[in-house]
């Protein structure tokens, strides 16, 4: 299968998106018709779908999600979306970590 083509459901306003992944000689290249993909940015879309996600598809093709899988499978593509997400979630914890630190520092400013 040379291309994948997904279409997803905008879940703020309903709109729909064509994505679409194919391998190059440089790696993966998945693009997205969102008005971020358009501008050459990460969407949520594409973040999606990488990491698993088909809620927003309009139609869950399994065989092209798994081909997306097996082609996006230890490629430098994934690397980056793995390093994303822990990044995330390292800021996640650092925020609940500051919003403890605050409550503790609230409640012995207030004796």
């Known amino acids: ?12 306003d309903g709109a729909q ?4 992944a194919s391998r190059t000689d ?4 998945f693009t997205c018709s969102c008005a ?5 940015a990460h969407c949520q879309h594409r973040l999606a779908l990488l990491l698993k996600d088909t809620r ?9 999600v ?13 690397q980056a ?5 822990q990044a995330q979630a390292t800021v ?4 609940a970590d500051l919003r403890r630190a605050k409550r503790v520092l609230a409640t012995m400013l207030g004796g």
């Open 36 to 40: 971020a993909g358009l501008k050459g």
């Open 81 to 85: 979306v793995e390093m994303m997400v």
């Open 66 to 78: 798994a081909a997306l899988h097996q082609m996006a499978k230890g490629s430098h593509l994934m």
């Open 17 to 20: 998106y064509r994505l679409e």
């Open 26 to 29: 440089r790696g993966i290249r």
């Open 56 to 64: 927003a598809c309009v139609e869950v093709i399994d065989a092209d």
């Open 92 to 95: 996640d914890e650092a925020q």
């Open 1 to 12: 299968m040379s291309e994948i083509v997904f279409t997803v459901r905008s879940e703020s």
